[in-house]
């Protein structure tokens, strides 16, 4: 499956960007799909969590409560909502996906758990 993300940019503190990822290649509705972001100097580290049903959503305690995560099988699409941006959410933010049997998310937060990735879309938050 391929991965296209887009929506970063550059947006002052407190603000709003809605990140896109369109999924093709596959039946999008069997995959476990996440973002990841990497800030410059750091490792990838797991931001938010969604099911194949979109039933079951987790967060990193550091972005919960002012990001949301959803899905729309028919359009293919995952989404990631993020508000409240503070200048350390600044990163390039990766969706991922990984086939599953069910609403499990094992090992939802490892790089590892899973198989196909976006190319990264910047995320710049000024002070």
């Known amino acids: 499956v391929q991965l296209q993300a887009s929506g970063g940019g550059l947006v002052q503190a407190g603000g709003s960007l809605r990140l896109s990822c369109a999924a093709s290649g596959g039946t999008f509705s069997n995959y476990r799909m996440a973002w990841f972001r990497q800030a410059p100097g750091k490792e990838r580290e797991f931001v938010s969590v969604i099911s194949r049903s979109g039933r079951t959503t987790t967060f990193a305690t550091s972005v919960r409560g002012r990001f949301t995560i959803s899905r729309d099988n028919a359009k293919n699409t995952v989404y990631l909502q993020m508000n409240s941006l503070k200048p350390d959410d600044t990163a390039a933010y990766y969706c991922?996906?990984?086939?599953?049997?069910?609403?499990?998310?094992?090992?939802?937060?490892?790089?590892?758990?899973?198989?196909?990735w976006g190319q990264g879309t910047e995320v710049t938050v000024s002070s």
């Open positions: 991922a996906a990984n086939p599953a049997t069910s609403d499990s998310l094992s090992s939802y937060y490892r790089t590892s758990a899973y198989e196909y």
